[in-house]
Structures are given as C-alpha cells and as structure tokens.
C-alpha cells in the first residue's frame, strides 16, 4: 500500500530551527510536495521536489532523497505565524496526490 | 498567483437536506478539479477528481450518488452532498490544476458542513 509518514506534531522556540521528517512509500513518484495549514484553512503551497537535493526558498528549505523515501522540510528563523501543520504529500504515478496526516508545528516564544 | 474560490465557507443544515458547495477557478482554466474531505486533526482524503465535460472518478468508499460532483466548465466544480447525516459534517476542500498530469494543486479556501 502506499504510505506516507511523518512526525504527529513537534514544538520548537521562536528564532530556532526545525526540521520536519518525511518518509514514503509509493506507487511510482512524480514529485513532493510540502504544504502549510493553518487551523480552519485550506492548505497553502511550499515546495515541491522532484530530484534529490535541497531546494531554498527563504527561511524554508525542502530536501529530497529519492533513494531513501525521505524528505524534510527546514524552517529557519521561526516566527510565531509558523505555527500550523505541515503537510507532505507525494504524487504518484498516476499523477495523484498521497497526503501525510501533518505535523502540528507549535512555536513557543 | 491562482486563485481558487469556493462557497460558501460555511453552512449549518438539518439531518437529510442537500449542499450544494461551489469551487471556482478565477484566473485560470481548471482541467482538473479535485474534492477532498478533511475530519479534524486528520490528513486530506480526496474523494473524487474530475476532468471538465467528464464523470467524475470517486475514490474506493465514497458513494457516488451521496457526492454529486459536476464539472460543466473549465472554471467550476460543484459537489453536492445528498441527504446530508451528522457524520458528513466535516470540512470540504477543492482544488483545480490546469493539467491531469503534474501541476501544482491550487486549493480552494475550504467549506465548514455542519449537519444538525
């Protein structure tokens, strides 16, 4: 079956560094992506990786080994607006979207 | 950036009334429009995707005739839930994409169902 894993929830303090773990396994891979919800929205877009490496964009960066199933998302410089969970989602070969449960962030000041 | 909208964000209704909720793409053709379903604290479960002018394809337990889902134009979806019971109460999300293969998923900023 196909399975996403990651972290139920993780706390970290404002102006620290966190790094959220995401393992898969899939039929077939097109890609990860990470996204943001805040409590009682939609999901809003982070990254996406589709070969091995690290992609930066700001204070967040996504890292990707295609090998291994793993993925983590770094967010740098906390600020207490991070505070929300972080979804990974990997599609598949028929182009279709696996989600993880989330990680529930919670920044302390 | 795409947006997506949907309506309405929330609605209350009584034990075996219908719902209908909207999603639209408003700068951009939607190809593809996806429905998902999220309980509280739970991860996104997709219900059905739907290509314009297509039948729908629902997701393994999802019935069909309780999810109506219509996408008649490259800038609307609507899934209507039939006979709504308590246990449909949940948040409602739709997402478009321009293409069936990848492309980022753009979501629409969800519906709260409360059923009484």
């Known amino acids: 079956g196909q399975n996403i894993d990651q972290p139920t929830e993780m706390t970290a303090t404002e102006g620290a560094i966190v790094q959220i773990n995401c393992t898969y396994q899939?039929?077939?891979?097109?890609?990860l992506f990470w996204y943001q919800q805040h409590a009682g929205e939609a999901p809003t877009f982070l990254s996406y990786?589709?070969l091995d490496g690290l992609e930066e964009k700001g204070r967040f960066s996504s890292f990707l080994s295609r090998s291994k199933g793993y993925s983590y998302l770094l967010l740098k410089e906390l600020q207490m607006k991070d505070s929300a969970s972080y979804l990974c989602?990997?599609?598949?070969?028929?182009?279709?979207?696996?989600w993880g449960a989330g990680t529930k962030l919670i920044i302390k000041p | 950036g795409a947006v997506v909208s949907q309506h309405p964000s929330r609605v209350i209704c009584k034990s075996g009334t219908s719902v209908k909720i909207e999603c639209r793409s408003l700068?951009?053709?939607?190809?593809?429009m996806f429905w998902y379903r999220q309980f509280p604290k739970k991860s996104l479960m997709l219900m059905a995707t739907?290509?314009?002018?297509?039948?729908?394809?629902?997701e393994q337990g999802v019935e069909k005739d309780k999810f109506l889902i219509n996408h008649a134009s490259l800038t609307l979806s609507t899934l209507t839930v039939t006979s709504a019971h308590p246990e449909d109460s949940s948040f409602y999300i739709c997402?478009?994409?321009?293409?069936?293969?990848?492309?980022?998923?753009?979501f629409g900023p969800g519906t709260r169902l409360t059923v009484l």
């Open positions: 997402s478009a994409s321009e293409s069936s293969g990848y492309n980022e998923q753009f």
């Open positions: 700068d951009f053709q939607a190809t593809t």
């Open positions: 739907s290509n314009e002018g297509s039948k729908a394809t629902y």
């Open positions: 899939t039929s077939g891979f097109n890609g």
């Open positions: 990786n589709v």
């Open positions: 989602a990997v599609m598949d070969s028929n182009y279709q979207l696996i």
